[in-house]
Each structure stands twice: as structure tokens, then as C-alpha cells.
């Protein structure tokens, strides 16, 4: 893989340090800042950081498309600060700033996964193309 620009750095280096400061946050709120009444902080913090664990391999290794599907991850965490802010005001707070939180992910993950892709030359076919290149290979020729 050719190097970043100083630039991409900077966006991998915030998009990342953003990603683990979610991750930090639910930790605190599932462990000591409102943990579950009846079941045990840990397995709770454990639940809730497994799937902000999975992109955690390609985002240290810079992937671009690794930060885009994270995303898709991050958008559980989005509606969930988005439902306790409209039904929880004891922890509308937390949410708040989860929804803050979040929400610099998903743009910064979108901003880093655009420039580097750019970078490294990968770029998306228009639904159009795509369209017709499998329509010129599924569908039988016209006589």
C-alpha cells in the first residue's frame, strides 16, 4: 500500500482516536456511570463494546473500507442514543452525549474512507455501470 499524506494521517488518526473514545464511553456508562441494576457491569460493558470491536483489526491497520462498514455498526449505537434521549431522561445525558459521539465517528469514518480510497485509486462504479455490465452478462443476447 503506498503511504498516507500527511493529511489521511491526521483524518486515520482522528477518526480512530474518535472510534475508541465511543468505546471508552460505553465502557464508563455500562460500568460506573450507570450500570444495570440487575446484572453484572462487566458482562454488560462486554456486550455492548463486542461489536465496536470488530472493525478494530482494519481501522489499526488504515483500511478504507473497513471504517465505511463500521458504520452500519455504529448506527445501533446511533438509534440507541437517539431512543433513550425521546424516553429516558435519567439517562438522557449519557445519550446525549453518545449521539455527540457517534456522530463524529460516522462522519470522520466517511471522511477517512473517502481520502484514502481516493489515495489507493479504488473507486465505486455508478449503479448505471453496474446495471448494464450485469445485464450484458446474465441476460441472453437479443436477436
Not at 463500521?70 to 449521539?99: P, Q
Not at 457517534?102 to 481520502?115: E, P
Amino acid at each position: 500500500m503506498p503511504p498516507m499524506q500527511p493529511q489521511t494521517q491526521y483524518l486515520h488518526r482522528f477518526a480512530f482516536c474518535v472510534n475508541l473514545t465511543l468505546m471508552l464511553w460505553v465502557a464508563l456508562w455500562q460500568m460506573i456511570l450507570s450500570p444495570h441494576p440487575h446484572l453484572n457491569n462487566w458482562v454488560m460493558a462486554v456486550v455492548w463494546l463486542i461489536p465496536l470491536l470488530l472493525p478494530l483489526h482494519g481501522m489499526l491497520a488504515a483500511k478504507p473500507y473497513t471504517y465505511a462498514w463500521s458504520n452500519f455498526i455504529l448506527m445501533f449505537y446511533f438509534l440507541h442514543a437517539l431512543t433513550l434521549l425521546t424516553i429516558d431522561e435519567g439517562e438522557r445525558w449519557l445519550a446525549g452525549v453518545e449521539l455527540l459521539l457517534v456522530t463524529i465517528a460516522f462522519l470522520s469514518n466517511i471522511l477517512f474512507a473517502r481520502v484514502r480510497a481516493k489515495e489507493l485509486g479504488i473507486k465505486l462504479q455508478r449503479l448505471s455501470q453496474v446495471e448494464r455490465q450485469e445485464r450484458e452478462r446474465f441476460e441472453p443476447p437479443k436477436d
